[in-house]
Nanobody
Framework: QVQLVESGGGLVQPGGSLRLSCAAS????????MAWYRQAPGNPRELVAS???????TYADSVKGRFTISRGSAGNTVYLQMNSLKPEDTAIYFC???????????WGQGTQVTVSS
């Protein structure tokens, strides 16, 4: 079992920045990926960025050049640095953890990001 705790959401003006954090704990084995998804009201949940334990990184086209995903050196913590935020980035952001060789798939509770002037 893996537990995920997200933090860092909030209200920011267009062009501003936020940094999200996701701390994973529990029974973590190789190989795995951690990712940030987001879901706005009325829209499907979409992948924003992901990173594997081997360091492979993926970004959605809509956030390339603006968002950066990274892992902390201590423990299983993933960060999402969000710069040049736009109103269309407004959503609940969810942390996800999955093992490639297992059926388990874990979600955090989500953190609200609101970009508004």
């Amino acid at each position: 079992q893996v537990q995920l705790v997200e933090s860092g959401g909030g209200l920011v003006q267009p062009g501003g920045s936020l940094r999200l954090s996701c701390a994973a704990s529990g029974s973590i084995f190789r190989l795995y990926a951690m990712a940030w998804y987001r879901q706005a009201p009325g829209n499907p949940r979409e992948l924003v960025a992901s990173i594997t334990d081997g360091g492979t990184i993926t970004y959605a086209d809509s956030v390339k050049g603006r968002f950066t995903i990274s892992r902390g050196s201590a423990g299983n913590t993933v960060y999402l640095q969000m710069n040049s935020l736009k109103p269309e980035d407004t959503a609940i952001y969810f942390c996800n953890f999955r093992h490639f060789r297992r059926t388990d798939n874990y979600w955090g509770q989500g953190t609200q990001v609101t970009v508004s002037s």
